[in-house]
Nanobody, 123 residues
Framework: QVQLVESGGGLVQAGGSLRLSCAASGGTFSTYNLGWFRQAPGKERELVAAITWSGTSTYYADSVKGRFTISRDNVKSTVYLQMNSPKPEDTAVYYC????????????????WGQGTQVTVSS
């Protein structure tokens, strides 16, 4: 069993920066593919970014490409989402997810999910 706990969310001004963290416990962190999802009120959960178990490949939604960066630290068993120049449209609850198979992350069928952290971007 893998437990994922997000942190780092909060209120940030548009154009600022914020870094979300997701700490994992249990399982073998280095073998999991990871992703960050977000869900705004009234909207579907969407994949923001993903990173393979090796850390050599990443994916970004078009809406955040060039602004957000996903990374992982296998020593700390933590995956990060660096949010630069956030926009009000980025306001949502952000969730960390992990899966043994990369496609499960890409298709929102992850094996494990965190409980989410709220990110609010003010104008």
């Amino acid at each position: 069993q893998v437990q994922l706990v997000e942190s780092g969310g909060g209120l940030v001004q548009a154009g600022g920066s914020l870094r979300l963290s997701c700490a994992a416990s249990g399982g073998t962190f280095s073998t999991y593919n990871l992703g960050w999802f977000r869900q705004a009120p009234g909207k579907e959960r969407e994949l923001v970014a993903a990173i393979t178990w090796s850390g050599t490949s990443t994916y970004y939604a078009d809406s955040v490409k060039g602004r957000f960066t996903i990374s992982r630290d296998n020593v700390k068993s933590t995956v990060y989402l660096q949010m630069n120049s956030p926009k009000p449209e980025d306001t949502a609850v952000y969730y960390c997810a992990a899966a043994k198979e990369y496609w499960r992350v890409k298709l929102a069928q992850a094996d494990y999910w965190g409980q989410g952290t709220q990110v609010t971007v003010s104008s």
